[in-house]
């Protein structure tokens, strides 16, 4: 239901900041770019998303059931599951769903967009085998999905490359505020729903995992600062991403020819789902993406951020991360439109300004969480939310609000 009311207000509120600004600020323009917005996102939607992850999900479905055959996928999840278990109650030991969430979170940690989403819906395909009510989000599906909107993130690659392109003197200066930014988002997306579903995370074996991770992120940032350069963290980066990926596609296939499986036949077995997840999610994905355009093209942004600043000057802070909040704001809506507000932030501050920079990491600190909604339980045909959206949206603001503050302690 919390679904109904976003996307209604959405339009809504998009209508009532359109006919102010044509009422009081003579902006007879404004009608048109939102109808052409919406124009642009529905297309947008089927050609350059649905479409195309036809051929992603084809691919990597079909990976995923060669890894399954292997026992890869299998083993993952007994490797994994002391921890799962505790965090995901409602999920069997040695599942496939846990296998299928491992290889997710995974590829997102090395910021493989194209592989995470593959296996992300195919975890949630999983998940939904157990899920009693068809049409409403289960506990473990919204624990999912949150931990997969808090964007956990060791290199961000895209943002490096990007500063890079546009001159900044060190482009990968933004990588330690980025890690430890969406590392609280993803612990305090944790947290929160933990909080709703009343699972006990004080615990050994809760405790020694995140420790664990938390200590394997600290050495991490040690070794890249202390012994490596700039050049070398990004050749780093791209080496050990596409060498992981590939390295998993090899391995699964090997597996598969020791237990004597006909690899190809599994690959078209599990490909043959590809395009009709993508056709399952248009609806959803189109619906979205045309209610964010709404909001985008009406100028909901401008206002807010101008409140923001006024707020904010009243109270005495330091408003100099103000300027850089569009990107935070359009981050939950869409990567896209996150991703050009960040590369208008630097362009016109200047990528090592500190507008530009706060801009990448709040672009680091997160996901798409509206975008992930619509594409991960439309999948499945999930109408009833619950608290996945709230609960996604608090880490979201955690990762922004420690976005502000590593943005000032490191270039302030």
């Known amino acids: 239901m919390s679904l109904n009311y976003i996307w209604s207000g959405f339009f809504l509120v998009g209508f009532a ?5 044509w009422l009081f600020l003579g902006d007879n323009e404004i009608f048109k770019r939102i109808i052409d917005g919406t124009f642009e996102s529905a297309r947008m939607g089927v050609m350059d998303i649905a479409l195309p992850l036809a051929g ?5 479905l079909g990976i995923m059931n060669i890894g399954e055959k292997a ?3 299998g083993w993952l999840a007994k490797v994994i599951s002391p921890f799962f278990s505790r965090i995901f109650p409602e999920v069997p030991k040695d599942h496939p769903a846990t296998g299928h969430m491992v290889m997710n979170f995974s590829a997102n940690l090395l ?34 999905l949150v931990l997969h909107t808090s964007g956990l993130t060791l290199i961000p690659l895209a943002i490096m490359a990007q500063r890079a392109i546009l001159g900044a003197a060190d482009p990968s200066d933004i990588f330690i505020p980025c890690m430890i930014a969406t590392y609280v988002a993803t612990v305090t997306g944790i947290i929160a729903v933990s909080i709703r579903q009343r699972i006990n995370l004080i615990n050994s074996v809760v405790l020694s995992w995140l420790g664990g991770m938390t200590a394997a992120i600290v050495a991490l940032i040690w070794y890249f600062t ?4 700039k050049e070398q963290i990004e050749t780093v980066s791209k080496v050990v991403s596409n060498l992981v990926l590939i390295g998993v596609i090899t391995v699964f296939i090997v597996g598969a020819l020791r237990k004597k499986v006909n690899v190809y036949e599994a690959f078209i077995e599990g490909a043959k789902g590809g395009i009709q997840t993508s056709l399952t999610v248009i609806p959803y994905l189109v619906g979205m993406l045309v209610a964010i355009s709404v909001i985008r093209n009406a100028g909901v942004f401008t206002f807010v951020v101008d409140g923001f600043n006024w707020i904010f000057s009243a109270l005495g802070f330091n408003t100099d991360f103000v300027p850089a909040l569009p990107t935070a704001l359009m981050k939950p809506l869409s990567g896209s439109g996150s991703k050009a507000m960040m590369i208008d932030a ?16 709040f672009q680091g600190s997160a996901d798409t969480t509206f975008y992930i909604v619509a594409l991960y339980f439309g999948s499945v045909g999930i109408r009833k939310t619950r608290y996945a959206i709230s609960c996604g949206l608090i880490a979201d603001l955690a990762g922004v609000i420690t976005a502000i503050g590593v943005a000032y302690v490191f270039f302030g």
């Not at 900041?17 to 600004?21: G, K, R, T, V």
């Not at 630097?346 to 990491?361: A, E, H, N, Q, W």
Request: charge should be negative; hydrophobic fraction near 45%.
């Open 111 to 144: 910021g493989l967009d194209n592989a995470a989403t593959p296996f992300g819906l195919k975890a949630m395909e999983s998940l939904q085998t157990l899920n009693p009510n068809k049409d409403e989000a289960s506990n473990a599906q919204i624990m999912f």
């Open 56 to 60: 992603v999900m084809t691919l990597w």
């Open 346 to 361: 630097m362009k016109t501050y200047g990528p090592d300004s500190f507008v530009g920079r706060l801009s990448c990491i």
């Open 71 to 73: 026992g890869v996928v």
């Open 17 to 21: 900041a359109a006919l102010a600004q």
């Open 226 to 229: 202390q012994y490596l350069t």
